[in-house]
């Protein structure tokens, strides 16, 4: 049965192109990743590791970071101009946070950092802005030209910008000097290089959305494998498995294996809970019946009773990727 990682690769609608480092194992300059590595995996995901989206060939350099402003705007006509230094100096505070990509197809393009970051409407506050109640959406423009608007109602949600990242300012490929973190959205609703901020009336579609992906992309119940890869073999006396977990801001509660199709379910050890907002790792000790092929599937429960849903392993939705995922794995 072909995997979502074998249909991601023929996909023939706009895809988006999610990168992932290597989280230890494999040649990041090749681009080629060990998934044979059983080691456990780091709750916090470097800033080399973490996965990057890529729409251009975009990447700012030193005069255009010198030069580089926030523009907030309303409808009304009301408007500030803020360097980087304005922003730091109103403040921030650090928070945990998962991002993970709407068509990412392995739980490489979901990864978590320590972030920076300040929250929008308390940036708002200090600057004492308050757009009428009428302008409902929030509009994000980037440095690449990308769009995208989210509700105003994730500011109360704790919508923040970020200007670090696990310890250090936002690298350049993550968006420096400043990207937005909107809790419960797939990373397209996440935007690097913010270079303005609009209330407006109305929504807005942008890159992504233009082109048909979701216009909410509200975070789905997701689980996936880490180790072993799809037609690893592995010892007939048991192998450890691996992965992680997501549900957005509701968190994960459990993580269940089955190697028979789902007639029974093994619950998976929770090696990190996360939480609200941040991922959940798992691993569990897996021990084949008999010599054999297996087919393995994983699934998530979420915390609000949301359980992972049963679709066919390849069946992509432009909201974003729910099915079970499924591995092979020779036992001898």
């Not at 926030?70 to 408007?79: H, M, P, Q, S, V």
């Not at 300040?118 to 109640?133: C, K, Q, V």
Request: overall charge negative.
């Amino acid at each position: 049965m072909p995997t979502r990682r074998d249909f991601l690769g023929v996909l023939t609608i706009p895809a988006v192109a999610c990168i992932s480092g290597t989280n230890g194992a494999g040649d990041p300059a090749s681009g080629e990743i060990d998934e044979t590595d059983d080691t456990p995996i780091d709750a916090i995901t470097s800033n080399a590791d973490f996965y990057k989206v890529a729409i251009s060939g975009f990447l700012p350099d030193e005069a255009w970071l010198a030069a580089w402003t926030l523009t907030i705007r309303d409808d009304d006509g009301n408007e500030v101009t803020l360097t980087l230094a304005d922003i730091l100096a109103i403040g921030g505070a650090e928070q945990e946070r998962t991002l993970a990509c709407i068509g990412g197809g392995s739980s490489r393009t979901t990864s978590n950092a320590m972030w920076t970051a300040i929250r929008l409407d308390a940036l708002l506050e200090a600057l004492g802005l308050n757009p009428d109640a009428r302008l409902q959406w929030v509009r994000f423009t980037s440095g690449d030209g990308y769009s995208t608007s989210v509700p105003r109602s994730d500011l109360a949600a704790g919508l923040a910008l970020a200007t670090g990242m696990n310890g250090v300012p936002l690298p350049a490929d993550h968006g420096a000097p400043l990207r937005a973190l909107v809790p419960n959205r797939y990373g397209m609703k996440n935007p690097k290089w913010i270079t303005r901020i609009d209330f407006v009336e109305a929504f807005e579609e942008g890159f992504w959305e233009a082109r048909g992906w979701s216009q909410d992309a509200e975070y789905l119940v997701q689980s996936w494998f880490r180790a072993p890869s799809y037609g690893a073999t592995v010892s007939a006396a048991g192998a450890w498995i691996n992965g992680t977990a997501f549900a957005g801001e509701a968190g994960i509660t459990k993580v269940e294996l089955t190697d028979d199709d789902g007639k029974t379910w093994q619950t998976a050890d929770i090696t990190y809970p996360g939480g609200p907002g941040v991922w959940t790792l798992w691993q569990l000790f897996w021990v084949p019946p008999a010599p054999g092929d297996y087919t393995l599937r994983i699934r998530a429960t979420a915390a609000d009773g949301r359980v992972q849903a049963d679709l066919e392993p390849y069946d992509l939705d432009l909201d974003g990727l729910e099915a079970f995922d499924t591995i092979l794995v020779i036992a001898e």
